[in-house]
């Protein structure tokens, strides 16, 4: 296990693991990058004898709030003993003489993440369905943890959510604008126009999606992961994002054709049904999370796009990120319409 480790010292960190969790790691350490640059970097690093992953923000230009490690850290730890599945989280490091950036570290956990056709195909049909089912029944069981119990009533502000998100992300699009997007503006203004009353609040994960999830040789999904936008709120946001990334042709990237396109796979109103079904949630104005989760994703993806043509990005896929911000406008728009 061997590689270039942008943003990762390897000597630097075994020297912290040393001091701060004895035994972790015992000899040099090596490691290659899982994923990179277009959210926060990911590593699987180890001693020959045991394997670690460790996360970091993305180098370069960042958004601020996005890459919080610390929050990260606090919501993965907090739902370790609860229905969820999530890896074990071993530290928090957050001086950023070690690596640069905070980081933390959590165990390795078994399992595929699906983002293309190609690699979920080989599953069959209906092996791909109880896949999604299972996803939808772990989002449903996140939605249900109740955050005082676990230690995160203070996690967030579940009173104003919706109407602070749609500002934030606003904020969040101005920090990363470099060229004209025909329609964000307007879009963004519809947004706030037209709020919902929001959901029960809860645990949102803010990035929910099948390649956010780890599945198991059974097809149960093994650990959700990338928890660096969770906080409290209205829940069907992860839903409605979950609802953008199922109905898009191409996987996250613009690598291959997406997972969600396979054979097996319920349609978005299938879902939607499950996940009703499952949590007895209202979901009569679902086309307004989804045409926010389109805005969120459009702002998310101008960000990384901005990275990449600053060369501040890490791994492969970025060429054709910024291509896919208008389409996501303009069926935010369609969607509002049918709202």
């Known amino acids: 296990m061997t590689g270039e480790l942008p943003g990762l010292d390897p000597v630097r960190l075994r020297e912290y693991l040393e001091g701060t969790v004895p035994g972790l790691a015992s000899g040099p350490l090596t490691g290659r990058v899982l994923a990179g640059g277009k959210s926060n970097l990911t590593y699987l690093v180890g001693d020959g004898e045991r394997e670690f992953v460790v996360r970091r923000p993305p180098l370069g230009h960042v958004l601020a709030t996005a890459h919080d490690m610390s929050r990260e850290y606090r919501v993965t730890t907090a739902l370790r003993d609860t229905a969820v599945p999530v890896p074990r989280t071993h530290v928090l490091c957050e001086d950023t003489d070690v690596l640069g950036s905070p980081f933390y570290v959590m165990e390795y956990v078994e399992g595929t993440p699906f983002r293309t056709l190609d690699e979920i195909s080989p599953l069959g049909p209906e092996r791909i369905r109880g896949v999604a089912e299972n996803l939808v029944a772990t989002l449903g069981v996140l939605h249900a943890v109740v955050p005082e119990e676990v230690g995160l009533g203070d996690f967030g502000r579940p009173a104003g959510f919706l109407?602070?998100?749609?500002?934030?992300?606003?904020?969040?699009?101005?920090?990363?604008?470099?060229?004209?997007?025909?329609?964000?503006d307007a879009?963004?203004?519809?947004?706030?126009?037209?709020?919902?009353e929001q959901s029960a609040p809860g645990i949102v994960h803010?990035?929910?999606?099948?390649?956010?999830?780890?599945?198991?040789?059974?097809?149960?999904?093994?650990?959700?992961?990338?928890?660096?936008?969770?906080?409290?709120?209205?829940p069907l946001v992860d839903l409605g994002l979950m609802i953008v990334y199922?109905?898009?042709?191409?996987?996250?990237?613009?690598?291959?054709?997406?997972?969600?396109?396979?054979?097996?796979?319920?349609?978005?109103?299938?879902?939607?049904?499950?996940?009703?079904?499952?949590?007895?949630?209202?979901?009569?104005?679902?086309?307004?999370?989804?045409?926010?989760?389109?805005?969120?994703?459009?702002?998310?993806?101008?960000?990384?796009?901005?990275r990449h043509t600053r060369g501040l990005t890490v791994g492969a896929g970025f060429d054709g990120i910024g291509e896919i911000v208008s389409p996501l406008v303009e069926r935010a728009h369609a969607t509002l319409k049918e709202d």
Request: proline share 3%; glycine share 10%.
């Open 187 to 196: 879009l963004h203004a519809r947004l706030a126009e037209t709020l919902p």
């Open 246 to 306: 199922r109905d898009r042709d191409t996987a996250v990237g613009g690598e291959g054709v997406a997972a969600t396109a396979a054979e097996g796979f319920p349609s978005s109103p299938e879902l939607v049904e499950m996940y009703a079904a499952a949590t007895g949630r209202d979901v009569s104005r679902l086309n307004w999370y989804v045409a926010f989760g389109c805005f969120k994703l459009a702002v998310i993806a101008e960000g990384i796009y901005l």
């Open 163 to 184: 109407e602070r998100q749609v500002r934030r992300w606003r904020k969040q699009l101005d920090a990363s604008r470099s060229r004209e997007i025909p329609g964000i």
């Open 206 to 234: 803010g990035d929910y999606r099948l390649d956010n999830a780890l599945v198991d040789e059974q097809g149960r999904i093994s650990a959700v992961l990338d928890w660096e936008m969770a906080t409290l709120g209205d």
